[in-house]
């Protein structure tokens, strides 16, 4: 299985954040995988003025499109299927 993940980066929205990020950082930027039984960790990193960095990922709501291309299970991609998509 051959799957391609690229993320849309800034349609995430944060839950309970006081200051607003200045950028948000995604990695792995793209996601390969070779079966169903493979998984990739996602993370997000929140970029502040004041020169902050933070680990937002579990403060983050992500939709897989198509759907039936893949799920997010605590903060990884989970695939289900052969296909190009996007994590938004």
């Not at 990193?45 to 992500?62: K, L, M, N, P």
Request: hydrophobic residues 40%; aromatic residues 10%; proline residues 5%.
């Amino acid at each position: 299985m051959l799957m391609s993940i690229w993320f849309a980066g800034f349609g995430m929205h944060l839950h309970g954040q006081e200051a607003m990020p200045t950028r948000l950082s995604i990695y792995p930027s793209e996601i390969a995988t070779n079966s169903a039984r493979e998984f990739q960790r996602v993370v997000v990193q929140a970029h502040y003025e004041d020169g902050r960095s933070i680990d937002v990922t579990s403060s983050c709501d992500f939709a897989v499109q198509p759907i039936q291309i893949g799920r997010m299970e605590s903060e990884a991609f989970i695939p289900n299927e052969d296909g190009k998509g996007a994590l938004e």
